[in-house]
């Protein structure tokens, strides 16, 4: 992530793309046991991130309370640090996106 981010968005746009993305990975993997794929797209306007899983079924995830104990902070960041982010069927599984909005440096 770190070098397909190198020349865009402003100063810390490529920090908060991979702090996302490692949430969003992490989620996958300790919820679903059966792996993931992650797809980023990036224009001069725009990252995209996608993370896939194979797990049938669609809950939509949830921010919960900031007091909410240690687990689940990281969809409140993505909430929190995302342009935009949802989450879609896709397949077998699903997959959760967020958007962020930079431009080109």
């Known amino acids: 992530m770190r070098e397909l981010l ?3 968005g402003g100063p810390g ?5 991979e702090l996302l993305t490692s949430e969003l990975v992490t989620n996958a993997l300790v919820h679903t046991d059966h792996g993931a794929v992650v797809t980023a797209t990036v224009v001069p306007e725009q990252l995209r991130v996608e993370v896939r899983d194979f797990v049938p079924g669609l809950e939509t995830p949830h921010a919960p309370p900031a007091d ?3 687990h689940g902070r990281g969809l409140v960041l993505v909430q929190a640090l995302a342009d935009s982010w949802g989450v879609e069927e896709h397949g077998v599984g699903k997959v959760v996106w967020f958007e962020l909005n930079g431009g080109a440096a």
Do not use: I, P
């Not at 746009?13 to 793309?17: G, M, N, Y």
């Open 13 to 17: 746009a490529s920090d908060v793309a």
């Open 68 to 70: 909410d104990g240690t």
């Open 6 to 8: 190198r020349k865009w």
